[in-house]
């Protein structure tokens, strides 16, 4: 499956970005985003698990990042909101390919699409 990131750039804090992630065909167990801050390891953002179609986000984005799925089912979005200096990284798109997972795992993913930045800053 190849995956097709889309949407990051620069934005003040408190500021918006919607992210966008087009996979070449739907034949994935789970579909999320991944991102990696300057110095710091892959931290799990949120996920759409194909088995329950329910969203799944971590702590810190709770309440501010909002992960959904386009008419075409291959297409998920990531719309964030009230955006801080700490949300700063790179973003990945990624899908999960074997049952059994965690999607808020990094390590769970077995296909990576490319990174988009996302920068925020005053």
């Known amino acids: 499956v190849q995956l097709q990131a889309s949407g990051g750039g620069s934005v003040q804090p408190g500021g918006s970005l919607r992210l966008s992630c087009t996979a070449s065909?739907?034949?994935?167990?789970?579909i999320g985003w991944i991102r990696q801050a300057p110095g710091k390891e892959r931290e799990g953002v949120s996920c759409?698990?194909?088995?329950?179609?329910?969203?799944y986000y971590t702590d810190s984005v709770k309440g501010r990042f909002t992960i959904s799925r386009g008419a075409a089912k291959n297409t998920v979005y990531l719309q964030m909101s009230s955006l801080r200096p700490e949300d700063t990284a790179v973003y990945y798109c990624?899908?999960?390919?074997?049952?059994?997972?965690?999607?808020?795992?990094?390590?769970?993913?077995?296909?990576w699409g490319q990174g988009t930045l996302v920068t925020v800053s005053s």
């Open positions: 990624a899908t999960i390919h074997r049952g059994d997972y965690d999607c808020l795992m990094s390590y769970e993913y077995d296909n």
């Open positions: 065909r739907f034949d994935y167990y789970a």
């Open positions: 759409i698990s194909t088995s329950d179609g329910l969203p």
